[in-house]
């Protein structure tokens, strides 16, 4: 992989057609949950790896529209890393972004790297533990778009078949 003056990698794939990226990694995580803790540490620990990396709270500017600025990084992102926790399903946020992460996973080269925090991949795959109080929440909110929240179900689904870490709040 070739790396542009930023140090963000450039990559052709299998194609002729090449992609800069802008960043190396998009973190999606339940801030009030992992911010604080294990979030920080793993931007801090991705930044001295220099590992351009997108995290809300630092590369959003004040005044900007949200959703569609998350979803332009997760497409000028080389990787995502999804810390999955105990209440990232209550976030209507995090499920979009997990939605989108899940697209791109698909219909490009995105690679996804999934973090089990506090929570066990098989419980994200069939929606157990935490999160069927958070679907109940979201199946009661979104009564006339039932798609959307299939759309969420079928992304956690799809990121809890992909090898990743799995961390009981270690």
Request: one cysteine or more.
């Amino acid at each position: 992989m070739a790396h542009d003056p930023d140090g963000v990698g450039c990559s052709s794939g299998s194609s002729s057609s090449t992609k800069r990226w802008k960043y190396h990694v998009f973190l999606s995580f339940r801030g009030e949950e992992t911010q604080t803790n294990f979030t920080d540490h793993l931007y801090v620990g991705l930044k001295r790896e220099g590992l351009k990396t997108f995290r809300d709270e630092e590369d959003l500017e004040k005044g900007q529209s949200i959703e569609p600025r998350l979803d332009e990084a997760i497409e000028e992102s080389r990787s995502a890393i999804v810390v999955l926790s105990p209440s990232y399903a209550s976030s209507t946020w995090c499920l979009n972004e997990l939605q989108k992460i899940s697209h791109l996973k698909e219909e490009s080269s995105l690679q996804v790297f999934p973090i089990f925090y506090g929570v066990d991949p098989s419980d994200v795959k069939k929606q157990k533990g935490s999160f069927p109080e958070a679907f109940k929440k979201h199946e009661e909110r979104f009564t006339q778009d039932k798609m959307k929240v299939q759309g969420w179900r079928d992304a956690l689904e799809k990121v809890a078949t992909i090898s990743g870490w799995h961390s009981q709040n270690r």
